[in-house]
């Protein structure tokens, strides 16, 4: 009962599809030249693959490195997925991947148990390896000048307490500012976030009395608009005005949204700049156990030139126990992402490298695993 | 309504007064005007809110001086009529930008090598890149749910249509109507809730495409359904005078009359679930390198690389992600043109 | 039946829905005239087996298609069970959702009241619109237009939700803002319109995008109804001098009636599990307001799509236990649905 033309249809269709199918290729169709000549010299290659999931924060940074590696290594594979911190700890613990990026640290009890349940030889292991700025940037028209705003003020904002921008409190900190009688919108995530999770862990160490919320990946202050993702809240902010919200620097860059400098524990105001943040990454001390590397951040620090809000990426593994075929790729390419020549990478796609002393404790942990 | 007996009589009028067109160009000027001047006078703002009262003060005026010109009856018609016009417009306009919005957004970036190259490597501010796998992921993981819904839906429609008859067809039937509103992302947790949870298997294609047969399925059934059911009796009740059996009746000469308007319905369900994001976010994962095969390991589809790439904070991957929405709809356009290109051949001839 | 149209009727209205013109008793649409013509006795043994054969295949297939629904029930349940044991606080009043929290803590109702909410709103803004433009399309606009009119609706229902999320995220929301603000002004007296003065992702705002949305569902499927009007009932009309209008009222939406009913249910289906659009233009919160034109609400669908990524055990577990209320509210909306249609037949027959 099929036609001719009908059969001409679903012919074509076929056709279209196999036309498809031999014509691609499995690459992004760069220039072929190495992107960071560079860095191909601290590449050891090893055959095998890996595959990995998890923060969407890293996504970037491991898709450059990955994309370094193969470059030099074409026999070996491996794979970045996001899909969110979550999402790689559940496949880590459940053995689907070799590895996961997350924004935090492998919580202690259920989360930490599982995690070793799956490693069996040894405990899994927090390895930082991307740190990233949060900024807080906002629309305010007619004010030129970066924004001073203090832990805080930040508090009393994000939780409804300062409704406009000419607030007294505000303007106390940016004398010289004309600030507009304008109602504050602000945003936040409306996901759970890494980002929400440093943010908020911020405001609880340096605003102890007005942020009451503590430290969470998911919002939990009253009012507010909540955002999908930072892209999300970088367009509210965007195109409200009177917006303020917080994200990784690069989505306020690429949008080409102000940023403020924020107040440390002192009260003192810290410009954004990667010097600024990776000061304040090199006082974080490594409070894990073994050769665990869970960062315990220095909130605390009255040192003005370093910058309080940003989050780390940890790359979680299996200290030991990894299987015979996985474990030279992952202590390579691991060992490749702990390089001076890969953390120089990162300044240009908005993240920071990880500050020398503890590069060099993570290019240890990697060349331990087992 | 029987009034129309005296229509014979000289002194009746048989064309009442219409408004004429100048009239209501008039009507429509003086709306505008009147809402410029609202505008002017409150803090009213924005092209959305303008356009709005306008037509609202255009709708009152036009049904206040037709009731007076032209009577009560007349007044109501042309309310309704220019109500209708509205509601096309109102319709058609946000649709139509959607679709425009994607087209020129998505124009700027489309070219061959962006379908014949993957994400493998390629960073969000890299200006190259593609959605090749993202293309074959979609393919593999609709074809696999057709393969699978299209078989099935069948058979129930089969049995829906020649053997049903007691209180079990009922039943099917309504189970049918209640799996046609079965939210998206309600089947996407059920293959997670199964598959990937209590069964343990990893994200790949093929739980994708279990989720997306569920959201098939009904729609498969209902529209074979519908066309087993105008397959005259009269052809059953021939191959069975000529004592074919019923099974080989159904499959030899019902199936057949009807296929052109079951392949018109089942290309219509496909194109309906190519576009899912939800129930594939909790089933395939997503994976910006190839990854042929739908049975093992994450895979690509192209509302996930939209929605993905949609949420990166570079313009090149905003763009990229507007291409494969216009690559999507476009897939969607063929399927829905071979659907009608058959549709013509649908009638069953009775 | 000549038309490409009368393929697609079948696409996703239900059976029962649309009342065949004229047979009284629609339940079983003469399906049981078929298996009479049988001469049982000429038929031989082996093809009598086959027959069975066939008919339990095909039976089978109706029996499976109602244990995938029972196992989307059971999974689903299965599931949340661990996750509603480790809940400390009461499941169903609860305004608040951290299900990894220590101690675990989420409950259903605000996400619940979002989706109903946004989702009758989107029904009261787009079935009138969607009933308009099926009349449109089939008995007010010239043929010429008629047919790419219902192209291009056709082809809308097919754009992928993130496209219509976008969208609404980049110019309706701000688009929205003008209106919103007049109406909080100047009707805020009424509490639906009243706000804290804030304006942006709003229910009202998901409302709207998720009613576009659905227009295209709606008028696909009440076309094709209002197309099969026999013409007689048409013709009855004009031949008493009915308008236009008068002629619409009295034949062409009676006879549709209960085809705008089933294919209300639908696009309310498809509301209430618009995930990723949703996710986007709302400002996902845990409160309930009615207060529709401020920044908030949440619902069941855009709640899974935001808190899926970061979800531990627990967090799943609660996820499916949402899911299995919006499974649960189709269920009940589809119930009600076809027993008004049904009683709609009854009456209008």
Redesign the interface.
Known sequence: MIRPRQRVALGSLIGAGLVLTACGSDTGGSPSSSTNPGGAASITCSSGSLTAAGSTAQQNAMTQWIKDYLNKCSGSNINYGGGGSGQGVQQFTDGKVDFAGSDFPLAAGAEQQGADARCKAGPAINIPMVGGPIAVGYNVPGVTQPLNLSASNLAKIFTGKITKWNDAAIAQDNPGVALPALGIQSFHRSDGSGTTYNFTNYLAHDAKADWTFGADKNWTAPGGQGAKGSQGVAQGVKSTAGGIGYFELSFATQSKIPYAAVGNAEGKFVQLTPDNAVKFLSYAKAAGTGSDLKLDFDYATTDATAYPNLLVTYEIVCSKGNPADKLPLLKNFLGYAASPAAQQELPAQGYISLPDNLRQQVQQTVSSLG | MAQSVHVTAGNSRLVRTQLSRRSLVAIAAAAIAATVVLFVATPLQGLVGFVLIAAVLYILAQTVISNHVEGRRAAINRLVTTLVVACACAAVLPLVAVLGFTIVKGLAVLNLSFLTHTMRGVAEQDPYGGIYHAIIGTLEQVGLATLMAVPFGLLVAIYLVEYSAGRLGRVVSFFVDVMTGLPSIVAGLFIFALWILALGQSFSGFAGSLALAILMLPTVVRSAEEMLKIVPDSLREGGYALGIPKWITILRIVLPTALAGIVTGVMLAIARVTGETAPLLLTVFGNPALNFNPFSGAQASLPLFVFGEAGLPNETAINRAWAAALVLIMIVLVFNIIARVIARFAGVRS | ??E?E???????????AVPSPASQPP?????????M???KD??SRP??R??A???M??????????V??A??AA??I??AIPALNADTTNFFTTLN??PD?TPSSFGIAALAFGSLLTSLLALVMSV??????A???SH??PRWLAGP?AY?????????????G??G???L???????S??LS?YFGFIPLFETN??Y??SIFAASVVLA?MI??II?AISREVFVQTPRDHIEAAWA???????M?RTAILPYGRSGVV?AT??G???A?????AV??V????YEITLHILQ??GNTI??N??????????I??GA??AS?LV??II??I??FGA?TIVRRGEREGA
């Not at chain 3, 339940?27 to 298996?35: A, M, Y």
């Not at chain 3, 291009?152 to 219509?164: E, I």
């Not at chain 3, 209430?272 to 990723?276: A, L, R, V």
């Open positions: 039946m000549d490409p009368s393929a697609k009727v079948s696409m996703a209205r239900s059976s029962e339940k079983t649409n003469g399906t049981q005239s078929k298996d013509p049988q001469a000429l038929d093809r009598r086959a027959d054969v066939f008919r295949l095909a039976q089978g297939s109706g029996v499976a298609l109602l995938i629904m196992a989307i999974f689903l299965l599931q959702w951290a929290g009138p619109v969607a009933v308009g433009v009349l449109a399309i007010y606009s009119l291009v609706v056709d082809l809308l229902a097919a754009v992928p939700s993130v496209v219509f976008l969208w995220l980049i110019y929301v701000p688009g929205l803002i003008g209106p603000n007049f002004t003065g804030t942006g992702k576009v227009i295209p008028a008493i001098g009915a308008t236009k209008w008068e619409v089933s249910v639908l309310f289906g498809r209430i599990g618009e995930t990723i996710a986007l709302l400002s996902a919160n920044p908030g669908a855009a899974i799509a935001n808190r899926y990524g970061e979800a531990g055990n967090g799943r996820l499916i899911g919006l499974f189709t269920l909306v589809n076809r």
